[in-house]
C-alpha cells in the first residue's frame, strides 16, 4: 500500500475526509447511547467521548466513514484523537487506549476495503489518526507556576507507543499527527512512533498536521509555519500541513510558506470558515471548495480535506474542484543547515 499511495500522490490531489465530531453530532446520542451494554455501570459520565463510540456504536462510525469515501474521500481518518491513556483519563477509561486504536483502524479498514474492492482503479486508505492528547509538554497549566507541567515527555511517548501499535494492528495505511499546538508533543509522537517501527519490524508513511491557533500566525506554543516545519522535519514525513482552529481564507497564507521550504507533500484540511456566535461552523460547500480549488490550481494542495463544520457535502465539492488538477511539485531545494526556534534560521552562504 505504501507504493500505491505513492504512486497515487504522482497523479493527482488526493482527498481526505471531513469532521468526525460534527457527524457524530447529528445522531444526538444519549448518555446511554454512549455506554452502550458494555459500558452501562461505568461509574462517570462518558457523553462527549466519541473515540468510545467505536466500541458502542461502531455502526455509526462505520457509516460515517461510508459517507466520506462515497462523497470522493480517498482518505479516512480513525476515529482515534483521544484514545490515548491521557486523554482517556477525563472519564477512567485509560485502560481502553490500545483497543480503541485497534478497534478504530480495524472499523476503517471494513469500510475502505469494501471501496477499493468496488472501484479498484481507486484504492481506498486509512489514517491512523493520532490526536495531540489533553495535555502539553511546553506550557504550564498554572498560571502562577510557570515551570509546572501536567505531563511528561516519556509519558507522551508512552501513550503515542500504544495508540501507534494499536492502529497498526487494527490496519492502519498511514499514521497522521493532527492538530499539533505544541511541538514538543509532536516530538513525542515522532519519537514513539520511530520506536514502534522499529520494535515491530515494519515502517508506515506518517503526515504531520499542526495548528495555527489565531491570527498570530503561530502554533500555540509560539512557533511559525516555517518553524515548525523545520522542528519536525527530521521525521521525513510523507506530507505536512495544517488543519483546524483557522478556514481556509486565513489558513492559505500559512499552506503558501510552507509549501516553498518543504521537501514532501502538502496537506490541508480547514476549517468550514471560523465559528459563530453559537458555536457552529457557517461556510457553505460551495464557498470551501472555491477556496480550496483556487489553492489546488496555485500548485499549493498535495492532499485536501475538512475539519471541524465540514461534511460529505464539503468533501464531495472539494473532491470535484480539485479533480484533475495537477498535484503540487515538491521542490528541489539547496542543501542549508535549517533551524528553528519560534523563529526559522538559515544558514547561507551569504
Known sequence: MNETLKQALEKRILVLDGAMGTMIQRHRLSEEDYRGSRFADWGQDVKGNNDLLTLTQPEIIKDIHRQYFAAGADLVETNTFNSTKVSQSDYGMEELAYELNKQGAAIAR???????????????????????????ASLSPDVNNPAFRNVTFDELVENYVEATRGLIDGGADLIMIETIFDTLNAKAAIFAINKTFSDMGMKLPVMISGTITDASGRTLSGQTAEAFWYSVRHANPISIGFNCALGAKDLRQHIVSVSKIADCSISAHPNAGLPNEMGDYDESPEEMAGQLGEWSTSGLLNIVGGCCGTEPAHIAAIAEAVAGVRPRQIPDLDRHMRLSGLEPFEVIQE
Do not use: Y
Open 110 to 136: 471494513e469500510v475502505a476495503d469494501e471501496f477499493s474492492a468496488a472501484e479498484p482503479d481507486k484504492p481506498r486508505f486509512v489514517v491512523g489518526t493520532l490526536g495531540p492528547t489533553s495535555r502539553t
